[in-house]
């Protein structure tokens, strides 16, 4: 069955510390997707990145990265020196290949809360 | 150009009532999701609209739950009649394309039913 866990239910950090933020899931698909998503206090969920399962290079946007690793069934977020502006609900997703109109149906995690102080 | 929007961003209905929530995509973009987060739980898929047909509901709860996308431009998600466990924030999002698009997420409708 698939699903994404996300085990830190709720980090805080002093800014310009680093902080690293889990993601690991389950799915029988070989092809499948894989998302972040940032929800601020305003609410919407902004979308951060998107992996397919053949590309395991780790990515880099500024300040923040991300490690895919196929082994261990995860993909994790770090952001690098934290700043209070990263303050947010962070969600990780997968979507699966899927046939028809399962296309780019989004199985969520529960979200990690960064909490990130002055 | 203008994000996905939602009306209304708060609700708060007595159980048994109805209420319509109702979801502008961007600007051509044919695929239209409506998710739900229960408090404490993960979002969860409920369907997804090409245009005006229903792709995938397969998420829906069951059948006090109604959506539509008449003419393919803005949805409706209608509760009737409305359960305390309705209680959530209902996210609409739409996308361009086909697959897997990343997801344009609105606010997002906080309904409360007591």
């Known amino acids: 069955a698939q699903k994404v866990t996300q085990a830190q239910t709720e980090i805080s950090v002093v800014e310009k510390e680093d902080v690293t933020l889990d993601c690991v899931y389950e799915?029988?698909?070989?092809?499948?997707?894989l998302f972040w998503y940032k929800q601020p206090p305003s609410g919407e969920l902004v979308f951060l990145i998107r992996?397919?399962?053949?590309?395991?290079q780790n990515e880099i946007s500024g300040r923040y990265s991300w490690n895919f690793q196929k082994s261990t069934s995860s993909f994790n977020f770090t952001i690098t020196a934290s700043q209070v502006v990263d303050s947010a609900v962070y969600f990780c997703?997968?979507?699966?290949?899927?046939?028809?109109?399962?296309?780019?149906?989004?199985?969520f995690g529960k979200g990690t809360k960064l909490s990130v102080k002055p | 150009e203008a994000g996905v929007t939602q009306f209304p961003s708060h609700s708060v209905i007595e159980k048994g009532q109805t209420v319509t929530l109702r979801c502008d995509p961007i600007?051509?973009?044919?695929?239209l999701y409506w998710y739900r987060r229960v408090m404490g739980k993960e979002i969860k898929f409920l369907l997804h609209?090409?245009?005006?047909?229903?792709?995938?509901e397969s998420g829906m709860p069951n059948n006090r739950f109604l959506a539509e996308r008449t003419g393919g431009t803005y949805s409706t998600l209608k509760v009737q009649p409305a359960e305390l466990e309705d209680s959530g924030v209902y996210f609409c999002?739409?996308?361009?394309?086909?697959?897997?698009?990343?997801?344009?997420f609105g606010n997002g409708t906080r309904l409360t039913v007591t």
């Open positions: 999002a739409s996308s361009q394309g086909t697959g897997h698009s990343p997801l344009h």
């Open positions: 799915t029988r698909d070989t092809t499948y997707y």
């Open positions: 992996r397919n399962s053949f590309d395991e």
């Open positions: 997703a997968l979507s699966e290949e899927g046939y028809g109109g399962s296309q780019g149906n989004l199985i």
């Open positions: 600007s051509g973009h044919d695929n």
């Open positions: 609209f090409v245009k005006e047909s229903k792709q995938d």
